[in-house]
Nanobody
Framework: QVQLVESGGGLVQPGGSLRTSCAASGNIFSINSMGWYRQAPGKQRELVATITRGGNTNYADSVKGRFTISRDNAKNTVFLQMNSLKPEDTAVYYC???????????????WGQGTQVTVSS
């Protein structure tokens, strides 16, 4: 079994900052890409940022220059530093990871339970 557990969401005023983290645990042989997605009410889930094991990053245009994704491979953890937050960043943020549980198994996609980020004055 593999679990992704997120933390760090909350309520913040426009222009403020938040840092979310996501730790993977369980039967893990290796973790390929990790990332963050978000889903606002009435909207589809969308990509926020991804990071490869080697540290290559990819960001949605809407968050470039404001959000930074990073990871600690030794701790199987991915972080999302969110600065200059806007009301339109309000959403449930989901952690995602492509995890290989055993060297003989193909990697599988796993999701966290989600953490609410609300940007409001």
């Amino acid at each position: 079994q593999v679990q992704l557990v997120e933390s760090g969401g909350g309520l913040v005023q426009p222009g403020g900052s938040l840092r979310t983290s996501c730790a993977a645990s369980g039967n893990i042989f290796s973790i390929n890409s990790m990332g963050w997605y978000r889903q606002a009410p009435g909207k589809q889930r969308e990509l926020v940022a991804t990071i490869t094991r080697g540290g290559n990053t990819n960001y949605a245009d809407s968050v470039k220059g404001r959000f930074t994704i990073s990871r600690d491979n030794a701790k199987n953890t991915v972080f999302l530093q969110m600065n200059s937050l806007k009301p339109e960043d309000t959403a449930v943020y989901y952690c995602n990871a492509l995890i290989q549980s055993d060297r003989y198994y193909s990697p599988r996609n796993y999701w966290g339970q989600g953490t609410q980020v609300t940007v409001s004055s």
